[in-house]
């Protein structure tokens, strides 16, 4: 659902990618919260640190390409903290920059 609303965000410019198939093959985070604050009552949402993602792609009909693997490296510093579900989005949207430049 979340690859969905990033590819349609991304399709405001015109280039679709109809019948485009991602995988979510895996995943190595080494995160951390922002700040606690005391007694653990400050920021828990907002994350920095390094995430390694793993995805698989093909293209169905029209592109009918074999799959491919991509390897992303995520990295969010202390001053740009963000949720945990702003970090996957990150991720999938370098994801479809690289998928867009694969294709022919």
Do not use: Y
């Amino acid at each position: 659902m979340l690859a969905q609303q990033v590819a349609f965000e991304q399709d405001a410019d015109g280039h679709r990618l109809d019948g485009l198939k991602i995988g979510f093959k895996a995943m190595h985070v080494k995160l951390c919260a922002k700040s606690w604050g005391v007694f653990g009552t400050g920021d828990r949402q907002a994350l920095s640190g390094d995430v390694d993602f793993v995805f698989e792609w093909s293209g169905g009909p029209p592109l009918s390409m074999e799959p491919r693997t991509v390897r992303l490296k995520i990295k969010v510093g202390k001053d740009q903290a963000m949720p945990s579900n702003d970090i996957m989005r990150e991720g999938l949207n370098q994801l479809l920059v690289r998928i867009r430049q694969d294709l022919p």
